[in-house]
């Protein structure tokens, strides 16, 4: 037989209160910041004579490993003069350069060679692995010595976080997130060079000048 409504049975009106029946939703988490930390290297603690002899080399290998293990990746200009302070250096040239190339090369890291910017990272494995973006809380690095996995990484999480941006606000972002205001051209121009290597890789894509995350990705 058709069942009518009038024989359906009626909720208690107070079982279903606020108190009786309340419906718990868990809070969407958080996610976590990933700050970038400087290795605490203490500068001029050598004289600058006390670097030429043989006796730094092991030194200078141990605080390249420290420094790599703390931070990597890390690009080689960056941590080369990070080295040279602890002994008051503050010129890199060619003799000084093959120097720390040849002490860098016995920490073990995984150096990766690019025509525009060479980075150490712990190992292929972290390479390989993928990094997240380390936002600027209190330490902060030049522009120039973020790498480009990092600044591509960067760029994900900000179109993650707003959804599509034009190149200029994307820019602004993008800076902000690593402790800087608008920067010129030469910074906006690196900006665009690892935006064009994630849409090459399908990660970004361009719509009506406005950049979006490729789901999934």
């Given at each position: 037989p058709t069942r009518r409504s009038s024989d359906l049975v009626k909720a208690d009106a107070p079982a279903f209160s606020e108190k009786n029946f309340a419906i718990e939703y868990e809070k969407k988490p958080d996610k976590?910041?990933?700050?970038?930390q400087a290795y605490p290297l203490l500068p001029e603690q050598y004289p600058k004579e006390a670097f030429y002899t043989g006796a730094a080399?092991?030194?200078m290998v141990r605080l390249m490993s420290d420094i790599i293990e703390w931070e990597a990746p890390i690009v080689e200009e960056d941590l080369f003069r990070r080295i040279l302070s602890v002994w008051g250096i503050n010129?890199?040239?060619?003799?000084?350069?093959?120097i720390l190339k040849q002490a860098a090369a016995?920490?073990?890291a995984f150096y990766l060679l690019d025509d525009t910017q060479n980075t150490y990272w712990q190992s292929?494995?972290?390479y390989?692995?993928?990094?997240?973006?380390?936002?600027?809380?209190?330490d902060k690095r030049k522009f120039p010595y973020i790498c480009d996995d990092e600044i591509e990484a960067t760029i994900l999480e900000i179109l993650t976080e707003q959804i599509s941006l034009d190149f200029k606000n994307l820019?602004?972002?993008?800076?902000k997130f690593h402790g800087y205001n608008m920067l010129g051209e030469e910074a906006q121009n690196r900006v665009y060079a690892c935006l064009s290597g994630l849409m090459e890789k399908n990660k970004v894509l361009e719509e009506d000048e406005r950049y979006i995350?490729?789901?999934g990705l």
């Open positions: 976590a910041q990933v700050y970038y080399v092991p030194l010129q890199l040239g060619a003799r000084l350069t093959e016995q920490t073990g292929r494995e972290q390989e692995a993928g990094i997240s973006a380390r936002r600027c809380q209190t820019c602004r972002e993008v800076f995350r490729v789901i």
